[in-house]
Every structure is written in C-alpha cells, then in structure tokens.
C-alpha cells in the first residue's frame, strides 16, 4: 500500500510516500516560501522521482494541526481535493501525534510543542508512541511544572523546543532536546503513522477530515474582544 504524506503545519514542511510502512522517497523545505507555492511542486517532483502517481496511492495522510492556521488550511484542502478527486482514503494525523512516531523508540516520554507564541506551545505527553495524556495549549512554563513532576526522562522535541530552548534548559535541565536537524517534523513520519491508521481501518470521508486548532485564531479573537 502506497500512502502520501502531507504536512504543512510549521514552516518545515513537505512530502512523503511510504510503501507498506518502507519509505519510498521524502522532500522537506524548511524555508519562509509560503506553502502555496511550495507544496504542489513539492508533491510533483516527489511522485517523478518515485516513479509514481497520485493514482498509486491507496492513501492520503495530512498533518490536521495544531500549528500555523494558515498552512494547516492549505495542506488540509489539497490533501482533501486529491482523496476526493480520485477517490483515495483520506486520514487525518495531528502535528503531536507525528513527532510521537517519529521519537517512539525514546526510553522515556517524549513531549512535542508547537510555538503558538506569547510563551505558550500545543504540546502532548507520549510514551513509545501513544498518548498519555490530552493535547494542551499552556503557557510554557506550566508543561516543563509537569515534566518535572513525572520522574523519567523528557524529550523536547518541536519548533516549540527550538524557541524556547533557553527557557526550557534553564527550568527543566535535564530534558534532552535534539540538534535542530532532527528536531523538526519529517513528513516521513506523517506518511507513516498514516499508513498505520490506514491499515487499522481508519480512513475517512475526505470532508470528515478537518484541522485541529486547540485555540481560537487571531482574527477570532480580537473579533470577540470588539464584540464584548
């Protein structure tokens, strides 16, 4: 089974197609060309160099959030034009749920965070790959409160980690941060954990598949602060 794997959650972003869990072929970008521009050509020059089209794929998985609204959105709707076009299985993998397949085999918990800025992060607790607990969106200082409390080793992983490395060496100095090489979201992992729910049975309507913000957009907000 041939799964492409979208993600343009954070300004890394870029494609995948893994074959029954193997990786085929992966093109990242870690740059400030907006996804709109990127993300087709990306996918194109992915699926030449596999010698692949869009009709192998037996599977779409695309990053639902949380993370940049902007290009949440735009992965989300080519992800869902592609299923629906060609009638291809289509499932959603939030942006924290990647990083934990991504870091499984870390002997401890792994914690991704994705900067929403103002010193807060989305973040979620993992363990070898699944969750134990439910996705925050906290002001940093109170997840690295609970990292401490949990007695085992942490990793950081995320641009979240990267921004607020300073305070996160600072307040938990034992938390292990990868180089910012590897920090960063892989849509090989993406395609992966996809490829994983698609053959447990969890592909969806491609209008079933929606982004996951976890807090109201700016736009949003200052709309209500008027309002009140």
Request: include cysteine; glycine fraction near 10%; aromatic fraction near 8%.
């Amino acid at each position: 089974m041939y799964v492409l794997g979208i993600d343009t959650s954070t300004m890394t972003g870029g494609a995948a197609v893994v074959e029954d869990g193997k990786l085929i072929g992966e093109y990242v970008l870690n740059i400030r060309t907006t996804h709109s521009e990127r993300l087709l050509p990306a996918i194109e020059r992915l699926l030449n160099d596999s010698c692949l089209t869009l009709h192998d794929m037996e599977g779409i998985a695309v990053v639902t959030g949380p993370g940049s609204f902007t290009g949440i959105r735009i992965g989300v709707a080519t992800a869902k034009g592609f299923a629906y076009a060609l009638q291809k299985k289509l499932v959603g993998v939030t942006t924290l749920e990647a990083f934990a397949r991504q870091f499984r085999s870390f002997p401890g918990i792994v914690v991704p965070m994705i900067d929403s800025r103002r010193s807060e992060v989305y973040a979620q607790a993992f363990q070898e790959g699944e969750a134990i607990g439910e996705p925050w969106n906290e002001h940093i200082d109170k997840v690295l409160e609970w990292c401490r409390l949990q007695g085992q080793p942490c990793m950081i992983v995320g641009d979240g980690a990267l921004a607020y490395q300073e305070k996160i060496e600072q307040g938990l100095p034992e938390a292990v941060i990868p180089p910012p090489e590897f920090a960063l979201l892989r849509p090989a992992a993406v395609a992966g954990l996809g490829w994983a729910k698609l053959q447990a049975g969890e592909g969806r309507d491609p209008f079933a598949v929606n982004p996951v913000y976890l807090r109201k957009t700016e736009a949003e907000i200052k709309w209500m602060e008027k309002s009140n």
